[in-house]
Structures are given as structure tokens and as C-alpha cells.
């Protein structure tokens, strides 16, 4: 079986040897960056590079990147667990072009990437170009030899990335796997393109232009390549599924959380157990890098990814804390390719065992609350603002817990009444604090939260928007 460190280092090497430059992933916390709160793809690391704001003594990278998507632009914590391809933890294999080469040698690495090095069968695969982009159509024709019907041209932003509102920008092109017609899906482009029969493995992107605040785009100087590949996701198809979570690490974990939770890992309940193994993969790297549980901006993603977690042990009836067990079975299976893990194994567990007694505290209770309330709702309705809000200020559930444990039931939040109960508890907490000349934190809390609003400073994301790398 091919094991995601085979493969990892199968990617690197290939590309060292086409004179790339390996370069080691960057943090998940971006350094000069506080416009986004997770790197969530292999670019961040080199935005500058595509900019020209800064020049390195290499002209070619890859890398394998550690992202996080779980809040912001790419959110992806709704699909953990629901989708077969979605984690909030991902490692992100890439290839990187600063003014170098450009599509006629990007297609050709990927193509041979692909079919050649991870021998993965050219008829299981399609390819998704920008309607417009017909020199990528007639590369992907003439390099791989696909048929028309398997080079589908999407004229949705699926398949033009943007730095920005401004800056480089170009198409893309997208390497589809068909897992066959036994998995529910269709093709990028129809309408079951959601399903889990076509996975994208691979996204190329072609920064040829460069757009400007009055809304003209002009080309680049010098065009320039990036590209991003899920290793799970490739994992996943070499070892034989379309699951990420079957794959061998993936697995592993899933029955860590069994063990520890003394439960199967049967279908009814397979789902608890991967949203706890990749919410573990998140939370442990994000407190590998200082990141601590709080109630703002990067700490708050990181309680509500934990706290979720912790719901789902609930849900498999765990007595104990669960999390901080596992962290042993990831170090094991990551602690070589990342060694923070190993060493801040302590206060990895710590700080998960120390938020799981927090929370358990109040977490029967708040769901009793919650079953309560669901139950003198009319049919269908949501649960009003209210209720979700002391679910937040009493119980310690944040918005997003809540919605994820309402899912089950076919009820939503009104978020509109949750964050006005917010607001009003804001406007009350301030006229209670000014004057006391106490809490110098509390200015900071405020000040944060009117420069940012509090959406955005809890870190909620309800709307979440995909797109590109
Ligand atoms: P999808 O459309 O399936 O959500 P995407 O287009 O949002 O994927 P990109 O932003 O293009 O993904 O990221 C580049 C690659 O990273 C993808 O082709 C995929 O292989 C991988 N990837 C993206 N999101 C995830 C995720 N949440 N979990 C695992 N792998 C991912
Ligand atoms: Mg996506
Ligand atoms: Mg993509
Ligand atoms: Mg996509």
C-alpha cells in the first residue's frame, strides 16, 4: 500500500528534481499576514513572490503545506464528516512557478505527476479549464490526449482565481478522479457535481493577469505558476476509496477515537468518529503553534473546533475526556514529517484535556436546554436568536456548535436574533463596565470587537464560500 509519507516524498522529489527548490511548510498561523486567520493553501507562504514584492534565489518551489480551513473565505468545517473529500486539516502538495515556466511546462508535470510517477489510470481522469481558456483545452488535448468530453470549460469562478479584489489573478484548471458509478455524483458542471463520485485532486492556477481597482486587467510582466494538491485526497484514490478518512492515517486515528470512546467504528456512528479524527489533526497543530483556546479571533475557531469535537465524543457516550488520549496515536503518525507535534505533545494534551473538563461541565446541561427548546418549536421552525445566544453566554456553546447539533434535527438558528441578543449584551456589558476603571482587557475586547465587528472577531462564518486555492 502506498502510505501519504510515500507519497509526499514521491511528489517532493519529483518536482526537486525538475529544479525546484523544497521548501518546508510555513505556520498555520501566517507570519505578516493578519488579513487571514489560517494558511489555507500552498501559495500564502509565497504571496510576495507572485507580487514581485520580494525575490528569492529560486524561481521554483514545492512544497507540502499544512492548511487549515476553518473559517474565512474557505470554510470547510461543515463539510467534515458530511462529504468523503472535506477536512478541516489538510496537507497540500504544490508545485510553484514565480516568472518562470508557465502552463505548456505546468500541464505537462502534472500530467506525468499523475499518470507516470502516482500511476494513477489516465481514463479514471477529466479535467475542468475556463470556458475562455482554450490554450489550456489544446494543452490538455495534445499532453494527455484527452477527448473533448473529458475537458470541461466551467465559466463560473470555480475556474478563475483571485489573489484579492485586486492584484495577480488568471483561470484555472482542476484534475478530476472518477471513483465510478457505484458513488453518487456527477461531473464538474452538472448538477450532482457535489456528490462524491468525481473528486478534485489537483488545481492549477495560471496567474496571467493582473487586476485593477477600476476594473481593467492587464497582463503580468511575468506570469506565473501555482498549483495545490490534497495528499489525502490522492492517498485516498491509490489506496483503493474515495474517503479521506480510509485512508491509512485517517483510519488510524478514527480508530484511535474507537478505542478510547470503547465504541465501533460502525456506519451508524463512523461519523462522530471522523469529525473527532480531524478535528484532533486540527486543534493539536494549531496548539503545536501557540495557538490557545480563548474568546477571540484564532484562540475562539480553535475552541469552536475542539468544542465540537467534544460534542461528538458526547454523542458516542464518553464519560472521560477523549481528545487529549488520542494525541499519542497523532504524533505517532505525524511526528516525523512534523516534529512540533512531538514537541509540544504536553501541551497539546493539556490544553485539550483542560477545555474538555471545562466544557463537559456544561455541556449535559446546555443540550438538555436544547433538546427543551427544539421541543416546543412548531414544526420546522428555527431556533430563535435567544436561545442560541444563552446556549453561548451560559453554556459555552458557540453558534456554530449549536447549528451543528441542530442539523441532525432539520432546524437552523436565526442568526439575525443571535446577534442582536449579542449586541445587546454588548451595549449592557459596557455601560456596566465604564466608569469601574477596572479591566483594562475589557477595552481591548471592545475595541477589537467595533474595528472588526463581532462576527468577524468571534470568528463566525456563516456564509461559507468556496472557491479556489
Ligand atoms: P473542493 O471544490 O473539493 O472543495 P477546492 O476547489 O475548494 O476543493 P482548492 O482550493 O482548489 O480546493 O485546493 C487545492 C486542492 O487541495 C484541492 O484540489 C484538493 O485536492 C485539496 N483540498 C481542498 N480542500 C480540501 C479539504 N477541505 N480537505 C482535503 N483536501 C482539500
Ligand atoms: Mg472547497
Ligand atoms: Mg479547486
Ligand atoms: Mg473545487
Same mark, same amino acid.
Given at each position: 500500500? @502506498?502510505?501519504?509519507?510515500?507519497?509526499?516524498?514521491?511528489?517532493?522529489?519529483?518536482?526537486?528534481?525538475?529544479?525546484?527548490?523544497?521548501?518546508?511548510?510555513?505556520p498555520?498561523?501566517?507570519?505578516?499576514?493578519?488579513?487571514?486567520?489560517?494558511?489555507?493553501?500552498?501559495?500564502?507562504?509565497?504571496?510576495?513572490?507572485? @507580487?514581485?514584492?520580494e525575490?528569492?534565489?529560486?524561481?521554483?518551489? /514545492?512544497?507540502?503545506?499544512?492548511?487549515?480551513?476553518?473559517?474565512?473565505?474557505?470554510?470547510?468545517?461543515?463539510?467534515?464528516?458530511?462529504?468523503?473529500?472535506?477536512?478541516?486539516?489538510? =496537507?497540500?502538495?504544490?508545485?510553484?512557478?514565480?516568472?518562470?515556466?508557465?502552463?505548456?511546462?505546468?500541464?505537462?508535470?502534472?500530467?506525468?505527476?499523475?499518470?507516470?510517477?502516482?500511476?494513477?489510470?489516465?481514463?479514471?481522469?477529466?479535467?475542468?479549464?475556463?470556458?475562455?481558456?482554450?490554450?489550456?483545452?489544446?494543452?490538455?488535448?495534445?499532453?494527455?490526449?484527452?477527448?473533448?468530453e473529458?475537458?470541461?470549460?466551467?465559466?463560473?469562478?470555480?475556474?478563475?482565481?483571485?489573489?484579492?479584489?485586486?492584484?495577480?489573478?488568471?483561470?484555472?484548471?482542476?484534475?478530476?478522479?472518477?471513483?465510478?458509478?457505484?458513488?453518487?455524483?456527477?461531473?464538474?458542471?452538472?448538477? =450532482?457535481?457535489?456528490?462524491?463520485?468525481?473528486? =478534485?485532486?489537483?488545481?492549477?492556477?495560471?496567474?496571467?493577469?493582473?487586476?485593477?481597482?477600476?476594473?481593467?486587467?492587464?497582463?503580468?510582466?511575468?506570469?506565473?505558476i501555482?498549483?495545490?494538491?490534497?495528499? =489525502?485526497?490522492?492517498?485516498?484514490?491509490?489506496?483503493?476509496?474515495?474517503?479521506?478518512?480510509? /485512508?491509512?492515517?485517517?483510519?488510524?486515528?478514527?480508530?484511535?477515537?474507537?478505542?478510547?470512546?470503547?465504541?465501533?467504528?460502525?456506519?451508524?456512528?463512523?461519523?462522530?468518529? #471522523?469529525?473527532?479524527?480531524?478535528?484532533?489533526?486540527?486543534?493539536?497543530?494549531?496548539?503545536?503553534?501557540?495557538?490557545?483556546?480563548?474568546?477571540?479571533g484564532?484562540?475562539?475557531?480553535?475552541?469552536?473546533?475542539?468544542?465540537?469535537?467534544?460534542?461528538?465524543?458526547?454523542?458516542l457516550?464518553?464519560?472521560?475526556?477523549?481528545?487529549?488520549?488520542?494525541?499519542?496515536?497523532?504524533?505517532?503518525q505525524?511526528?516525523?514529517?512534523?516534529?512540533?507535534?512531538?514537541?509540544?505533545?504536553?501541551?497539546?494534551?493539556?490544553?485539550?484535556?483542560?477545555?474538555?473538563?471545562?466544557?463537559?461541565?456544561?455541556?449535559? #446541561?446546555?443540550?438538555?436546554?436544547?433538546?427543551?427548546?427544539?421541543?416546543?418549536?412548531?414544526?420546522?421552525?428555527?431556533?430563535?436568536?435567544?436561545?442560541?445566544f444563552?446556549?453561548?453566554? /451560559?453554556?459555552?456553546?458557540?453558534?456554530?456548535?449549536?447549528?451543528?447539533?441542530?442539523?441532525?434535527?432539520?432546524?437552523?438558528?436565526? @442568526?439575525?436574533?443571535?446577534?442582536?441578543?449579542m449586541?445587546?449584551?454588548?451595549?449592557?456589558?459596557?455601560?456596566?463596565?465604564?466608569?469601574?476603571?477596572?479591566?483594562?482587557?475589557?477595552?481591548?475586547?471592545?475595541?477589537?470587537?467595533?474595528?472588526?465587528?463581532?462576527?468577524?472577531?468571534l470568528?463566525y462564518? /456563516?456564509?461559507?464560500?468556496?472557491?479556489?486555492?
Amino acid at each position: 500500500m @502506498t502510505s501519504l509519507a510515500d507519497i509526499r516524498s514521491t511528489f517532493l522529489n519529483y518536482f526537486g528534481k525538475q529544479d525546484h527548490e523544497v521548501v518546508a511548510s510555513s505556520p498555520l498561523v501566517p507570519r505578516n499576514d493578519p488579513t487571514l486567520m489560517f494558511t489555507n493553501s500552498g501559495m500564502v507562504q509565497f504571496k510576495n513572490c507572485f @507580487t514581485g514584492v520580494e525575490t528569492r534565489d529560486y524561481a521554483r518551489a /514545492t512544497t507540502s503545506q499544512k492548511c487549515v480551513r476553518a473559517g474565512g473565505k474557505h470554510n470547510d468545517l461543515d463539510n467534515v464528516g458530511m462529504t468523503a473529500r472535506h477536512l478541516t486539516f489538510f =496537507e497540500m502538495l504544490g508545485n510553484f512557478s514565480f516568472g518562470d515556466y508557465f502552463k505548456e511546462q505546468a500541464i505537462p508535470y502534472a500530467w506525468e505527476m499523475v499518470t507516470k510517477e502516482l500511476d494513477i489510470p489516465a481514463e479514471k481522469l477529466l479535467v475542468t479549464v475556463y470556458h475562455t481558456d482554450d490554450e489550456a483545452a489544446d494543452l490538455w488535448k495534445k499532453v494527455a490526449g484527452l477527448p473533448d468530453e473529458r475537458i470541461i470549460r466551467i465559466p463560473t469562478d470555480d475556474n478563475f482565481w483571485r489573489m484579492g479584489p485586486t492584484g495577480p489573478c488568471g483561470p484555472c484548471t482542476e484534475i478530476f478522479f472518477d471513483h465510478g458509478d457505484h458513488i453518487w455524483g456527477g461531473p464538474p458542471g452538472s448538477p =450532482e457535481e457535489d456528490g462524491d463520485r468525481f473528486i =478534485e485532486i489537483w488545481n492549477l492556477v495560471f496567474m496571467q493577469n493582473e487586476q485593477f481597482e477600476d476594473g481593467s486587467m492587464k497582463p503580468l510582466p511575468k506570469q506565473s505558476i501555482d498549483t495545490g494538491m490534497g495528499l =489525502e485526497r490522492i492517498s485516498s484514490l491509490l489506496q483503493g476509496t474515495n474517503n479521506v478518512f480510509e /485512508t491509512d492515517l485517517m483510519k488510524a486515528l478514527v480508530d484511535a477515537s474507537a478505542h478510547a470512546t470503547s465504541t465501533s467504528t460502525d456506519e451508524s456512528i463512523v461519523m462522530h468518529h #471522523r469529525v473527532i479524527a480531524d478535528h484532533l489533526r486540527s486543534t493539536s497543530f494549531l496548539i503545536a503553534e501557540g495557538v490557545l483556546p480563548s474568546n477571540e479571533g484564532r484562540g475562539y475557531v480553535l475552541r469552536r473546533i475542539m468544542r465540537r469535537a467534544m460534542r461528538h465524543a458526547h454523542l458516542l457516550g464518553a464519560k472521560d475526556p477523549v481528545m487529549h488520549q488520542l494525541v499519542p496515536a497523532l504524533v505517532q503518525q505525524m511526528g516525523a514529517a512534523y516534529p512540533e507535534l512531538g514537541q509540544g505533545q504536553r501541551l497539546i494534551e493539556e490544553t485539550l484535556l483542560n477545555e474538555e473538563v471545562r466544557f463537559k461541565q456544561t455541556l449535559d #446541561r446546555g443540550l438538555k436546554l436544547l433538546d427543551d427548546e427544539v421541543s416546543n418549536l412548531p414544526e420546522g421552525a428555527a431556533l430563535p436568536g435567544e436561545a442560541a445566544f444563552k446556549l453561548y453566554d /451560559t453554556y459555552g456553546f458557540p453558534l456554530d456548535l449549536t447549528q451543528d447539533a441542530l442539523r441532525d434535527r432539520g432546524r437552523t438558528v436565526d @442568526t439575525d436574533g443571535f446577534d442582536t441578543a449579542m449586541a445587546e449584551q454588548k451595549a449592557k456589558a459596557r455601560a456596566a463596565w465604564s466608569g469601574t476603571g477596572e479591566a483594562a482587557d475589557s477595552t481591548i475586547w471592545f475595541d477589537v470587537a467595533d474595528q472588526h465587528g463581532t462576527t468577524d472577531f468571534l470568528g463566525y462564518d /456563516t456564509t461559507s464560500a468556496e472557491g479556489q486555492i
